[in-house]
């Protein structure tokens, strides 16, 4: 009889018994490793395993966030453990192994920031680390409008002046810039409006629906939700039409391109709006009505609340929804977040104050920093001198143009870096344009640090991106 399936059932079991024992000898590897690892891990601290945070978004925009990983879920991080240098506004949160910072305004460009937390412990317990970790912004970038015999151009520009053409048409009253598209204002052969949407590069051009035949003015963005806004009145107003400076908000976005504006109800009798604006990080916006009430509301008007009177909105502060408005008696700041009002501390200079422009600040209420223009009319120091002034009225003098010269707007970049100062060189031999937004032929925008007033090479056009508004029609 054959032993050889004997044989062959010895020879098997040795097998099985030899990888049992590799296996078990593996899994024994296995666990002291792993014992090893946890031994480390508590001697060492919790140990960054992945950043997250896109440099280009958090100098454009609002809310971008940086979220550090770790090795082990964490205990709750308190915002006395975060240092953000150079300093930035920002909220914390912690959530298993991930801490989460949103900074509450845009970052400063070209700005190396360094994060650093601080106590770090699991929630197993063990010693504390600190996490330190550092990015660099780049440089920003904005859009201007340049209008020429020839041609109206939007170019995308740096700080430095290399620029390149985005869109042109043979005439561009204004635009303005969501965080995907540009909203562009223009007529047809007819003189009726046309807003053109198109992507940030000019790319894809479509028209955005409107309410009829007519004008748009006051155009606007929102800082989010690709929302704009927009004053129409009827083309054949006062021989059947009935829209007269109505209030309209529409959406930019590609999947809403079909859809119809919205009308803003304002309650009351009054429809027509003198001014408005977008409140920043909200879903509300703030108007006047021709009445002079001045209303906060939902985007629609709905759930509108009086704030009092008004005859001008000069602007609202980034990061605070702190309101400068002038009305019959002065210029008041309005938080908007419970409607208190205090007026506006006076500067300490001469001259006749112009508008007012909140810088953006972040959480501090009334009594921030503003950038005010002057006019001195004659003597050695005539001319249009711009201001930063602080919260208890000190100025510190940023600009200055020369007598016979017009500022006609200023306007402060999203991080609140700089202000941009539109210059009509020698207004009297500068003729304005026939447009319905008249600006004067020659027109340049000069960028100033806030910070030092050093000056950057100034660039032809106006209505820089930064801009929440066209310039006014009269400064």
Known sequence: M??????????????????????????GVLAVLGLAGAAASAVQGPR???????????VATSGSRLIITTNQALREIDPTQVEVTPDAPFTVDTSGRNIGLRFALPLHDETDYTVTVREVTGVGGGPAATITRTFTTPPVTAYLLQRT????????????????????????????????????????????????????????????ALPGEGLVMSL?????????????????LGSGGTLESALYIASARDADADAAPTAVTVP????????????????????????????????????????GTGIQIDGIARGSSVAVVQTPDGLVEVDLTDGTSQPLVDAAVDGLQGVVTPIPTAGTGLGADTV?????????????????????????????????DAVLQTCVSPSGRYVAITVAPDLVGNPYDAYLMPIPRSVETHIVDLADGTALPALAGFDLSWCLTPPPLSQ
Do not use: C, K
């Not at 054959?2 to 899994?27: K, M, Q």
């Open 48 to 58: 960054v395993t992945d950043v997250q945070v896109d440099p280009a978004a958090a």
């Open 372 to 404: 005010r223009q002057h006019l001195v009319l004659d003597g050695d120091d005539a001319g249009t001198h711009v201001h930063r002034v602080s919260g208890d009225g000190t100025p510190t003098r940023l600009f200055t143009a020369p007598a016979g």
């Open 149 to 208: 015999d020839r041609m109206d151009t939007i170019f995308r520009t740096d700080l430095g002046g290399s620029a390149h053409t985005i869109f042109e048409a043979d005439h561009i009253e204004d635009y303005r810039a969501t965080s995907a598209h540009l909203v562009i204002s223009t007529l047809d052969d007819a003189g009726h409006a046309r807003l053109i949407v198109t992507d940030l590069d000019g790319q894809n051009p479509r028209d955005l």
């Open 2 to 27: 054959s032993t050889e399936p004997t044989r062959r059932r010895r020879r098997d079991a040795r097998r099985r018994r030899a990888y049992l024992g590799t296996f078990a000898g593996v899994l």
């Open 268 to 307: 009351g009798d009054e429809q027509r709006i003198a001014d408005w604006r977008f409140v920043p990080d909200t879903d509300s916006i703030l108007m006047l009505p021709y009445d002079g009430r001045l209303l906060l509301s939902a985007a629609d008007g709905s759930g509108a609340v009086d704030l």
């Open 220 to 236: 606007q963005a929102a800082d989010r939700g690709e929302l704009i806004g927009y004053t129409f009145s009827d083309a054949d």
